[in-house]
């Protein structure tokens, strides 16, 4: 635990029971569910400092602090999340809940199906992004919040934020969208469905119900991890990084031993660290969700439309070497806002980290997101 | 078969036998080995007429033309090889072979060891791209060709065709290398990796001797193969190709049935079919030879200081939407060309069809090939 940094500190998970049914946008009912969540700060008299933070793929509820003194790693994003940083827990309150789905706590292909007392494994309902924003929202009314001074999120994350500010306007008073896009392309989608296809033609997937089998599906889920690593770094970033460097064996005349590049070792054990951390169901849940996302789909894909109905002053921020969603997809949704007549802010982060620049330490994003949150909560 | 766009034909596949042992760059030896090679036209007296074609990854010796009436497919490259095409049959002798460790014939890990009577499996040498071009030097003596009025590729063929000029400068009065690179990235590296892996740890894959145990790696092949294709498509021609429609299912509140989106079922198809039809080992061992490709790796890594010692006339072409080998890395080696003195054509082709632009119809590109073209072999 590194406190010398402005660390919330020691954090602890919290879990939310609900017993009032959860319908999916596909039909599918969850009679009861559980959500994991944690926060950071105080929520105040008048309620208008929360804050929701929502998780992009890989992500879960521990997005600041540590949950041991021992603990080495802090949360995702504590580098945007804690006392003095640009998400100031001194001012506001913080909170961040574990995607329905997904495995670190929250119900999930990974938790007991209560019909069955057996894992849900790949019975578990597929989840679409305005599903979880109807979670979060129960979760809101559970933690007394009236209303959020604003819902953030990078990715998937960002994709959630903008659901936020259609689907309940009067919910959400900033949005900050980082990295995101208002719907999936085909060459998206495509990167998914090699993700997925790894998982489901490894021989231990067997047929989503691995874990009632004992098995683990741990060659796909990480080579899905490498596919989804490597779309999260920048052609430059990684030259940069890894260049044509060997890791093991040599060039020379006669050196029949095996070559590793450094790029390569690097993402195999990228690949195999997640696939014993990461259920192979919500991978696979995640990676619909995300294609299946489409922002303006009530609105006939009329982004404009589906814009106008929003209340909240937009941060929509990208990331120039991000080639997973471009510059150009946050311009989209930049241009959306305006010619919706929208208050937004748009910044084009210049930087080598790619589509993983919103998680990663760059002055200029850092003081990007402290001055804008300044308007975020009460004055 | 269809001969109304001016095809070579029926072509019938020859093999050539060498009895001559041949060492790879690594050192490993092969007593003897095969290679299969198709030729179009006639070799002239003066022998001043011939030109080699290199083929990419999944290419092979079949560059044009067809091998039977009822065949539908003429060869990967009829677009550009024919009488009255770009690489002109009337006035061309056009040679092309299938690379030493491929799998279509030549001697590949699916042939059969001498020394084990079992197919060389996994224990085929690693060739690496000076080794293809040592050994196409000896088809062309066995051929009575004096020396090349042309060498050719796309893509790995490209870098053959490079390798070609540095190696053998007296040989190579032209060179025309299309999509290809000095080198690969660690981008590309990562790329070739997942597609390895991918093969790697398929439970088939038998540690490379699938075929003495009578199984195939065709789940990971097919993946491999799918990471390969998506990489050779651009997001826009993707876009514009698949978009966000759906092959199967549909959005509809209520219908749980799988969606697939169209880009899926394009990518899954590709991915099945390569896999029953290219050896995983090859696979293997094509990539393998890309990651090692460095063509200044004898000069000190200096590029100018290696295409200084090159006697040919260079023809450098790059495909705007191709981002495996985008314009830079082709502008890299036309400065290296202008750096020391060569003469060279550079050309960018505006086209949305990505790194598969070089196999793909296009009236500027086949234009640019066909009025170069002009100046190879005899007046």
């Not at 997005?63 to 504590?78: I, K, L, M, N």
């Not at 945007?80 to 670190?104: E, H």
């Not at 995101?180 to 060459?187: D, R």
């Not at 790894?198 to 080579?223: E, F, M, N």
Request: glycine fraction near 8%; aromatic fraction near 10%; charged fraction near 20%.
């Amino acid at each position: 635990m590194n406190l010398s940094d402005g660390s919330v500190g020691l954090v602890t998970p919290q879990v939310a029971h609900f017993d009032e049914p959860f319908t999916f946008s596909s039909g599918a009912v969850l009679h009861s569910h559980e959500l994991v969540y944690e926060t950071y700060g105080q929520l105040n008299h008048a309620g208008d400092n929360a804050v929701l933070i929502c998780h992009a793929l890989s992500g879960s509820h521990h997005a600041a602090g540590y949950h041991s003194e021992e603990d080495r790693r802090p949360g995702w994003w504590d580098l945007a999340i804690g006392p003095g940083k640009p998400i100031d827990t001194n001012r506001l309150y913080v909170v961040c809940s574990n995607n329905l789905g997904c495995c670190d706590g929250s119900s999930g292909p990974n938790t007991i199906n209560p019909a069955t007392k057996e894992p849900w494994g790949g019975a578990f309902p597929q989840p679409q992004v305005k599903d979880w924003v109807r979670s979060q929202k129960r979760l809101a009314e559970h933690l007394n919040i009236p209303r959020w001074a604003a819902v953030i999120g990078g990715s998937l994350g960002g994709m959630q934020a903008l659901q936020w500010a259609v689907d309940f306007p009067d919910w959400v008073e900033h949005c900050i969208a980082l990295a995101a896009a208002p719907g999936l392309t085909a060459q998206n989608i495509a990167f998914n469905e090699i993700a997925r296809h790894a998982i489901l033609s490894d021989p231990d997937w067997c047929h989503g119900d691995y874990l009632a089998q004992g098995k683990l599906p741990t060659r796909g889920v990480a080579l899905a991890r490498m596919v989804g690593h490597l779309t999260y770094m920048s052609a430059d970033g990684m030259s940069d990084r890894f260049g044509r460097e060997l890791r093991e064996g040599s060039f020379a005349p006669g050196d029949n031993s095996e070559w590793v590049f450094q790029v390569e070792s690097y993402l195999r054990h990228q690949g195999a660290r997640f696939s014993t951390q990461f259920d192979a169901n919500t991978y696979v849940l995640m990676t619909r969700a995300l294609d299946l996302f489409e922002l303006a789909a009530d609105y006939k894909s009329d982004l404009v439309a589906a814009l106008s109905v929003a209340e909240a002053d937009f941060l929509i921020a990208s990331f120039s070497s991000d080639w997973r969603f471009p510059p150009q997809r946050s311009i989209e949704i930049r241009d959306a806002l305006l010619a919706a007549g929208k208050p937004v802010t748009y910044a084009n982060i210049d930087t080598d980290n790619g589509h993983d620049g919103f998680l990663l330490p760059n002055p200029t994003y850092e003081a990007l997101l402290s001055a804008w949150m300044c308007r975020v909560g009460p004055s």
